[in-house]
């Protein structure tokens, strides 16, 4: 699952997939903005159907708590 999103972040900012961390930040190591951070929500959630909680997204703040929440949907 994360080197699926890996792929998907990498189509949003312009970092290296070898840069990205399960760590990593969306908005402060990413750069990431909140449209762009929703924008790939929603891509996420048609590449795996699965649907996102609008509520529990807004918790989600690195890579690998975004991965974790998403192996849970699927």
């Known amino acids: 699952m994360f080197e699926k999103l890996v792929e998907v972040i990498c189509n949003y900012v312009e970092v290296e997939p070898e840069n990205i961390t399960p760590e990593s930040r969306f908005m402060e190591d990413l750069g990431f903005t909140s449209f762009d ?3 790939m929500l929603g891509d996420l959630e048609d590449e ?11 918790d989600i703040r690195t890579v690998g708590e975004a991965a974790a929440y998403m192996e849970r949907l699927s």
Do not use: G, L, V, Y
């Open 37 to 39: 951070f929703m924008s």
């Open 48 to 58: 795996f159907d699965i649907e996102i909680d609008q509520q529990e997204a807004a």
